[in-house]
């Protein structure tokens, strides 16, 4: 007699029996579409289990009313747990869809194993691939470092496949388009030095100062730290779109082909038009500055513009200027070099480009600030 696995009317229902051939028939019914409570599958293994047990399990169909991806997946794991009892399962009476679907799913198994690994890695293993990802990215980083330096000297010595023209083309981007962006932060920022000091320095009576504490800020830190950080956000994330656009379009690859080193051809032209360039505007953004601070001078602390530049120019040094020069060109040929190798390391999708843009910017202000610090320190010991 069949043995009804469900009762309430209206939901999914299945039934199931002995055949004479020694098979157990299951009987699906009702409306399997996931608005009602699925019938228990240990049940129906109970069933299927006890003694003797069936050659092999036989699934019915035709009561179905309606069906959709529950009925697919209680079917699936009906099918894995008489796998596991080693039943063989027929399933010719399903519904064509539902089949397809099965067989689907069968013939691309799912990885487990690798989820359970993942779960279960401990602190050591999370600690170990963490560190062989960041050598395989120091790795990365020296490795790209040592190809643009053999392009830099094959560039001098008059070897390397770069074209002139690219390189002015790259400052005209890199310098004059910048001008705009680089004159409001840097105004500001003389604005703000010269607000800050003159909070204080007013209390004592020592507004004047104002005008050194403005000049040599700039000079020395404040204008190449903050055109590094603009042409970062700017310049460094305009380098690792357009290469990393470039990767996708599998154009680098086809430089390769061709036997042009894409490194001279497309990096070499873009860092020495930021190193160029950087000091440039450095010079342009210490002058803006000194007039934001001149304008709070004039504006907050009455200081005559005639004053505020003649204390200006007496706390001026050409050390303080080489300084900020220099500076600005390093930050240059890191904000380049961080631009590129990003762009160079994008992956091969549309969203990677995206990744390696925020990844540019991120990594070239991180490097500028390590070298603001280190440069400090160094100039600290010398006693500059």
């Not at 028939?25 to 289990?49: N, Q």
């Not at 040094?317 to 762009?343: E, N, P």
């Not at 091969?348 to 280190?374: L, N, P």
Request: proline fraction near 3%.
């Amino acid at each position: 007699m069949p043995s009804d696995l469900t009762e309430t009317v209206g939901e999914p229902r299945l039934s199931a029996q002995r055949t004479a051939e020694d098979a157990y028939s299951i009987h699906f019914s009702g409306d399997w579409t996931g608005k009602h409570p699925l019938p228990a599958v240990e049940r129906l293994l109970e069933e299927i289990g006890r003694t003797p047990r069936p050659r092999s399990v036989v699934l019915e169909a035709s009561g179905v009313r309606a069906w959709d991806s529950t009925f697919v997946g209680f079917l699936f794991e009906l099918e894995t747990r008489c796998a596991e009892l080693k039943l063989p399962l027929r399933r010719d009476a399903l519904p064509a869809g539902a089949a397809r679907l099965i067989a689907l799913a069968d013939s691309v198994p799912e990885k487990t194993d690798a989820r359970v690994a993942a779960a279960h890695d401990g602190f050591f293993q999370r600690l170990g691939k963490t560190t062989a990802a960041a050598i395989d990215a120091a790795a990365a980083l020296f490795d790209f470092l040592g190809l643009l330096s053999i392009a830099m000297g094959r560039f001098l010595t008059g070897r390397a496949r770069t074209r002139v023209g690219d390189i002015f083309e790259q400052m005209q981007a890199c310098g004059a388009d910048a001008l705009a962006i680089v004159s409001l932060i840097s105004f500001l920022v003389g604005v703000i030095l010269a607000f800050m000091g003159a909070v204080q320095l007013e209390r004592f009576g020592a507004s004047i100062y104002v005008a050194d504490l403005v000049a040599i800020g700039m000079l020395r830190e404040m204008g190449a730290m903050m055109t590094a950080i603009i042409m970062a956000g700017r310049t460094g994330a305009a380098f690792a779109a357009q290469l990393g656009s470039m990767k996708v379009a599998q154009e680098i690859d086809a430089l390769t082909t061709m036997g042009i080193s894409p490194v001279e051809f497309l990096c070499l032209p873009r860092v020495l038009a930021l190193f160029l360039m950087m000091p440039i505007l450095c010079v342009y953004s210490d002058l803006l500055g000194i007039a934001g601070g001149a304008f709070i001078g004039s504006v907050m602390l009455h200081v005559s513009p005639a004053a505020y530049f003649h204390e200006t120019m007496s706390a001026f040094t050409m050390t303080d200027f080489s300084i900020g020069v220099v500076k600005a060109a390093i930050y240059g040929v890191l904000v380049g070099f961080a631009g590129c190798l990003r762009g160079f390391e994008c992956g091969d999708s549309s969203s990677a480009v995206g990744f390696a843009t925020t990844s540019a910017v991120v990594t070239s202000i991180v490097m500028v600030v390590v070298a603001c610090g280190v440069s400090a320190f160094i100039l600290n010991l010398v006693g500059i």
